[in-house]
């Protein structure tokens, strides 16, 4: 249908290697690690923390 004047379509594109992704240093994971856990951990504490502050709240309206 079209003319391949360049010869494009015949050969493969050159495709260059992914380069890697960065590393974390150790420093970096470590900080990591601990922001989830702080993370994990206010998820189950936060709601309980929040329900009393609620209920404090209803106590001292009644």
Do not use: C, T
């Not at 290697?17 to 504490?45: D, T």
């Not at 936060?46 to 001292?60: K, Q």
């Amino acid at each position: 249908m079209y003319r391949d004047l360049g010869g494009s379509y015949g050969r493969k594109p050159s495709r260059e290697p992914e380069k890697p992704h960065p590393q974390l240093s150790w420093r970096q994971q470590k900080l990591l690690i601990w922001a989830i856990g702080l993370e994990l951990f206010l998820l189950f504490v936060a709601p309980i923390g929040g329900m009393s502050l609620v209920n404090v709240l209803v106590f001292f309206m009644h």
